[in-house]
Structure formats: structure tokens, C-alpha cells
């Protein structure tokens, strides 16, 4: 086993834990809130929103343009 | 329910963004063209966002209405325009949003590990990943598409509030 494939099978663990987030979420909201919910919780501050706007630009800027 | 003109309007220029973002590659002008397209648009919404509740701040004083948003009624559901209907019941407790948080800092733990660790080949970052996925264009327009929903659950306001908030 390479460590490349390790690496893969550590970021394939975490995507599996985000899935099952997003399915306890839809199947128990009132246990897990949903992603979206999450994210209006942390864009209620002035100051989270502003981070969070600033990363989504810098994401989207390395993703698809650098 | 009949979507409002407006979102169509959205949902079908994000989805035709992300067709031309398909075609297009890094390092050159027309990438930069169609991702500056969303990050302008953001940067006026948000600024507009802020403006206009500072505005409706200072006009009906402290106000417990969020901006754009509209305050949940006693024992009713909130339903902001164009989303979905919140669930009264008050502020949600910060326990509830720890296994999310959990994820996120695994997310950057296990990202800022493999940053740091060489070679890029035994080590991927998501945005070594990423490329393994944009090198269709199927990927690309998905990719670019799930980046514009993550923009605008930024950009919307709704009244979510964690219990214990100073606001």
C-alpha cells in the first residue's frame, strides 16, 4: 500500500463522515442541523460572513482561474 | 409552489456560467473572465446586504429582524423569500453544530498535513484532487456549480441564530 493510496483513503473516510453529516442531518434535523442551516448559524456575524465570503472568492479564484 | 422569476433567472445563469467554465482553463483569460463574473456579483450583493441593514438599523433602531430575512414569529415557521421554511423554537443550542465543526477542522487538518508533506503525488490536497476531477468537463461544470451553491448559502440571509449570540 502506497502512501498515496493511505492519503486517498483518509480523504474517501472523511467524505464518507460528511455524507453521513448531510444524512443525519435530512433524516434527524432536530438532532443535526442541516449544512445549510450551519452555515446561516455562522453568516448571522457580520465579521464570519465576511471570512467566509472572502475564502468562497479565494476557492473559487485557485479552483478555476490559478 | 411556482419559483420566482428571479431564481430561474439565477439558476439558469449559474448553470450556463458553469457550461462556459467547462471550456475554459487556468492561466488564462477567459477562466479569469468567467470566475470574476460570480465573485464580482457576490462582492455588490454582499456590500449591497450591508448597506441596506445599516440603513433599516438605523431607521427602526435595534431592530431583531435579520438583514433580508424576516424575524420567526411566536409558535410559527419564518419563511424568507425563496428558501424554505425555518422551524420556530428560538436559538439552536452550539452543540448541535459540533459535528460539523468537527469535520471542518478535520477537513483542514488533514489538507494543511498534506500541503506541507512532499511530494504532491503521495500527498494530495483536495485541489490536487480537484484537478483529477475538472480534467472532464462534466466535473468542471459540477465542480463550478457546487463552488456558485456554496457562494450563495453566503450570500442569503436567514434567521438562524445560535443560542448564547451576543446579538
Known amino acids: 500500500v502506497s502512501t498515496r493510496d493511505l492519503s486517498l483513503v483518509v480523504w474517501a473516510v472523511i467524505g464518507a463522515g460528511i455524507l453521513a453529516c448531510v444524512a443525519v442531518s435530512a433524516l434527524r434535523p432536530r438532532f443535526l442541523p442541516s449544512f445549510g442551516r450551519t452555515t446561516d448559524a455562522l453568516v448571522s456575524s457580520p465579521w464570519l460572513r465576511g471570512v467566509l465570503t472572502l475564502g468562497w472568492m479565494w476557492l473559487g479564484w485557485h479552483l478555476f482561474a490559478r | ?167
Do not use: C, N
Open chain 2, 1 to 167: 409552489v411556482r419559483p420566482r422569476p428571479a431564481v430561474i433567472v439565477v439558476v439558469v445563469g449559474a448553470g450556463a456560467l458553469a457550461a462556459v467554465a467547462a471550456f475554459t482553463h487556468p492561466f488564462t483569460l477567459r477562466a479569469d473572465v468567467v470566475v470574476a463574473i460570480p465573485l464580482v456579483a457576490m462582492l455588490v450583493a454582499q456590500i449591497a446586504f450591508a448597506v441596506r441593514a445599516r440603513h433599516r438599523r438605523s431607521a427602526s433602531g435595534a431592530s431583531a429582524i435579520p438583514a433580508g430575512g424576516q424575524a420567526v414569529p411566536a409558535g410559527g415557521e419564518a419563511v424568507p423569500a425563496g428558501g424554505e421554511a425555518v422551524p420556530a423554537g428560538g436559538p439552536l443550542p452550539f452543540r448541535r453544530f459540533i459535528p460539523w465543526l468537527v469535520m471542518f477542522v478535520v477537513v483542514v487538518s488533514f489538507e494543511l498535513f498534506a500541503y506541507f508533506e512532499q511530494p504532491r503525488q503521495a500527498h494530495p490536497t483536495l485541489s490536487s484532487l480537484s484537478d483529477d476531477l475538472t480534467r472532464w468537463q462534466v466535473g468542471k461544470a459540477a465542480l463550478f456549480l457546487a463552488w456558485l451553491a456554496l457562494g450563495w448559502l453566503f450570500l442569503r440571509r436567514r434567521p438562524t441564530e445560535l443560542r448564547g449570540s451576543t446579538k
